[in-house]
């Protein structure tokens, strides 16, 4: 999962004090800090079918250490509230994946000040209502379960959450590069992995592709996608596939006719050099040729060689009566 939960807060011990001091810029005494442990993410399969490998959750162990905590994935100042100041990857003998692997989760340990400002998101979090994370973090390989190939480097047809032959699609994310930050969410939404800045899906029109594409285009940075928002694109490009290759079998034909007409119109065209020309042609070349080769006069009906200027008229008198 790339989204997590608050397990407990507890009193930090020496050690733990030892590794927040790191942090700051004065020792602080465990009355004055609100310290909890945190699930980060694990290997299981998630509702957006995608799973770290366990080598990723060990980069990650080491990537999250000194990360902060902040809300709904905010970039701003004023939102960072915690600090990974731990973590290990533990392994939960009892449980498996739902690919039937080893359960393996990231934990960490986060501090947070006790001061008035915090007061209530402390409250929220014994509580419970605070307690559902998400991480944000750079992945570059995305590995297809299907057919093994990288989705981030090379092609795959395989959609995740699709069945293939009985077998449900889903991506491995492994070679971790970076990561950024956890937060606190509401719900906790799907992130793709790799992706740390969000852009505006929400019109009702959510087909003005052409506004996704120019928002891409203008990014300065790394993006992030909600689930309907990847989905939404996924389908997008599913449909864009299958217009392709409708439009790849309409070109063959047109290329095939083309070629065809060029040999009643030119007979004396070598029409292996010509079929070479039409594989480089746009579709709108072809349809240009194809235009020009109907009009030209082949298809009238043929006259004999022999005939020279205006046929005679005979009259076949003896079978006039």
């Not at 011990?13 to 980060?40: G, H, M, P």
């Not at 032959?165 to 937060?183: C, M, P, Q, R």
Request: hydrophobic share 35%.
């Amino acid at each position: 999962m790339t989204q997590g939960y608050i397990e407990k807060s507890f009193q930090p011990n020496e050690v733990d004090l030892q590794k927040i001091n790191q942090y700051t810029r004065t020792a602080f005494s465990a009355d004055r800090l609100y310290v909890f442990s945190v699930v980060l993410c694990d290997n299981d399969i998630d509702r957006d079918y995608e799973k770290f490998s366990v080598s990723a959750l060990n980069e990650l162990k080491e990537k999250f250490v000194g990360k902060t905590g902040i809300f709904d994935h905010s970039m701003k100042a004023q939102d960072q509230k915690a600090r990974i100041f731990d973590t290990w990857v533990e392994h939960i003998e009892s449980r498996k994946t739902a690919d039937g692997e080893d359960y393996y989760c990231l934990k960490a340990k986060a501090y947070m000040l006790r001061n008035e400002e915090n007061q209530l998101l402390i409250s929220e979090i014994d509580a419970g209502i605070k307690k559902e994370v998400s991480v944000s973090c750079q992945a570059r390989k995305s590995i297809c379960s299907i057919c093994s190939n990288d989705k981030r480097s090379g092609y795959c047809e395989h959609f995740n959450g699709k069945e293939y032959n009985g077998k449900t699609a889903f991506s491995v994310l492994s070679d971790i590069s970076d990561a950024y930050e956890f937060s606190f969410v509401a719900v906790p939404a799907q992130r793709n992995a790799g992706v740390t800045k969000s852009f505006d899906l929400t019109k009702e029109d959510k087909n003005k592709m052409t506004e996704i594409i120019e928002t891409l285009k203008n990014c300065d940075g790394n993006i992030t996608l909600t689930k309907s928002q990847a989905m939404h694109i996924a389908d997008k490009m599913q449909s864009l596939d299958e217009d392709a290759k409708l439009g790849r079998e309409y070109k063959k034909k047109l290329t095939e006719e083309v070629v065809s007409l060029c040999a009643i119109a030119m007979p004396d065209m070598d029409l292996k050099v010509f079929s070479g020309v039409t594989q480089v042609m746009t579709t709108k070349e072809l349809m240009a040729f194809k235009d020009s080769f109907k009009k030209m006069n082949f298809s009238a009906e043929p006259t004999l060689q022999l005939a020279s200027g205006k046929a005679e008229k005979h009259q076949n008198n003896q079978f006039k009566l």
